[in-house]
Every structure is written in C-alpha cells, then in structure tokens.
C-alpha cells in the first residue's frame, strides 16, 4: 500500500555517538538544509523499591513496527516541510546509559524541524509496537509502559 | 480454521511462548479472546491490545486475517 | 552579577560531527537522562539573485554575547528541569553546509526538552549580538538578518 | 567625557573601525547619535540598536557608562 520502500529502523543494541556523528556529516552535502534537530532517547538507571534499571532489553512486533515507522514517516512529510528525516531505535539490550532511539529531522527553516521532532517522537511513542523489559541489577525485570 | 497467533513482552511472559498455531471456530476478537482466556487464565487481567494482519482492531471485529498478535503497553522510544 | 561564571560559547569556525558525537558520548554517564534534544543551524547555500551563498562570516560582541548566553542560560535552569545543556556558536568563516550553532539540552523527560531546546534557540536568535557576512561564491556580501 | 564606542557588521563597514574613543559632552543617545552622524551621515538610515555597557539601552537612556556599543540586526544561529 505504501508507495516508498518499508526500511528496517531497528538496530542491534545501542545507537553509537559515532553513528549518529557520522549520521549528521552525511547532511553537510544538502546545502538547503538550514536546521536539524536529533532527539535521541537514552536508558535511565531509574531507581524503583530500591532496585536500580541496568539495561532495557527490547523487542518488537517487527513487521508491524516497521509499518508503523514507515506510516509515521509519510505523516510527517505531509505534515512538515522537511529536507529529510531519519528513525533509528535500538532492539535487545541496552544499557543505562545507552542510546536507544535516533530520530533526525532536518528542513530549510528552524521552525518546522521543532514542530516535527515533537510530531515524531509522540508518534513511536503512541503507535509502535516496541516492548521494553527494565532490568534490574539483582536480574529481577519489570516491563515499561509508555506514559 | 487456524490462525497464527502472537505474543510479546509480559504477555509471551504468561503464555511461554511467542507464537503458535490456533483452531477455532468462533468469529470475533472479543469471542477468540474468550477461547484463550481458559488456555492462558492470567492473560484476563492483563492489559493489552489485539492487531490482525498489523493493523490494531477492536474487541467486535471479525476475524478474516491470518495473523493476530497480542501486545502489551507500548514502550518504544 | 551572575551567581556562576561565564562561559565562552563561541568556536572558531565550522562545529565538526566529531565534536557533536563527542559531546553526546560525554552524556552516558549521566543515567538520569532519558531525553536529549539537539538543535544544529546549519550554513544554507542560499540563492539570492542569482548569487550563491558560499559561506557566512559570523562576527559577535563577543563580551555581551557571553552574557547573553549566560542569562538564557540561567533562564532556561528556571523554566525548565533540565540535567545539563550546552550552546556553542561559531565565529569566523562558517562554509555552505557546515554547522554554525549547536544546541545540547538534557532531562529525564521528553516533553521538557522539546520545549527547552525551542525556548533556547529563538533567544539565542533575539537577544544575543552576533552578526552574519553571507558571503557570495562571487566573493560579494551582504548582511544576514535573523527572522 | 570621553567614551569608547564599538561598531559592529554593516555598521563597521561605514565608520571603517570596529572601536574609537570620542570626545563629547552631550548626555543621552540621541544626542550622542546626532554627533555621530555627523561624522558618519550614512548611518542615519541604517538599523541598529544601542548597548551601553553590554546593555541594549533606549534613545533617550543617559550615558553613564563607559562603553557604547551600536549593533545592527541580529543573525546568530
């Protein structure tokens, strides 16, 4: 039903600071953009009854997440004036600390790239099946619930 | 007829598995869920929504797809 | 009459992606955070009749500007429950394509750091005295002005 | 009395220097501008706001400070 190619936005593990630095060199070729913006979501060592998150360890419904990344993006052009956009979230571990979620908006004019990122982000938020399973450093889990 | 059915997060917790093939005869979600509910008794409490071929649907509608899949609270992102 | 010093925000020249994945991989050890939000201006190559923009030439009174970034600073910590944030901002030759201002805000939660990263970059664009040569492949300028 | 006064961006390309000391004994900015002018009529026409001090003060703010600072439009970011 999509008229574009559904890309895999799942990657193994941690987002690097390396690759989301070699994401934005990429960008210095488009010389109409004039304003990126990156939001990246990062693991928390949140502390509950006394027992502290080491990793997240997540999975997906795969075919469907990948449809809804794609369904997301066609929004978000529809939407948003934008040059470019780019999602990437983590699957398996990550640790506190980590980086799970790399979204990139990038467009001529700073305004439209706030608009969107926030546009963004509540979308996987809201409509992708991601699970996230908080491991504690005793091994014991909870599963996280999107607020 | 069979249908393919899913599990994932606390939800593959509680069926101990992540998948697998099911025969029935019922017609809708909320009748299928029934069927369920006394393979998999705790799923009845849990909170969680039904996708048939990707798309989420609801309690009354009409299974035709070949695939469902049960998922818990999202927590992408 | 600031409670703590001032900054220097600016750099000579481009920003590199390399300083941008560094400053990120700075922030893993900070496991409060959940949420970053980056802003980069980017150097457009403008066409403005029949001139392409080749590069900007930014220019600043430098000790205002310093304490203008320090006050939105100081403004954001209040309004905002952040972690950390930084600002950078080039002086100099800036070319097409290359980065000129780098925005870096952190909290444990979303929502607050879409709105910080917002607030802090249109101050930045209102208050602080920086000024922009866009200078023309053909060697001519003119003088930007921020809208 | 004697202040220091800075130009910046377009304003520096018409007085040609970035900074002077001048000499005057008028007691707010539009007076002191209306000496500038002088010097340099070109800039009558042109946008710019007055910082006093690393403050942007209105026209008839008193000069009381020992640097005046005229700053055409803004273009950080």
Known sequence: MADKKTKNVFKKGAISSDFIGTSIAKHQSKTTIGAHNIFLGQVRADVIDNKT?????YTAYEDM???K????????FKKFDLTCMHIYHSLGT?????ICLFVFASSPKR????KAIEYIVEAIKADVPVFGKEIFEDETHQWKVNK | MTINVKYFGLIAEITTCEKERILFTKKNVSEFLELLYLKYPSLKNKDFQVAQNQELVSQDALIS?????????????
Chains 1, 3 share one sequence.
């Open chain 1, 53 to 57: 998150v080491a990793a997240i360890e």
């Open chain 1, 65 to 67: 997440a990948n449809e």
């Open chain 1, 69 to 76: 990344f794609h369904a997301i993006r066609e929004a978000t």
């Open chain 1, 94 to 98: 990550v640790k506190a600390g980590e």
């Open chain 1, 111 to 114: 305004k439209i790239v706030f």
């Open chain 2, 65 to 77: 797809g070949h695939e469902l899949a049960l998922l818990p609270p999202f927590a992408g992102g």
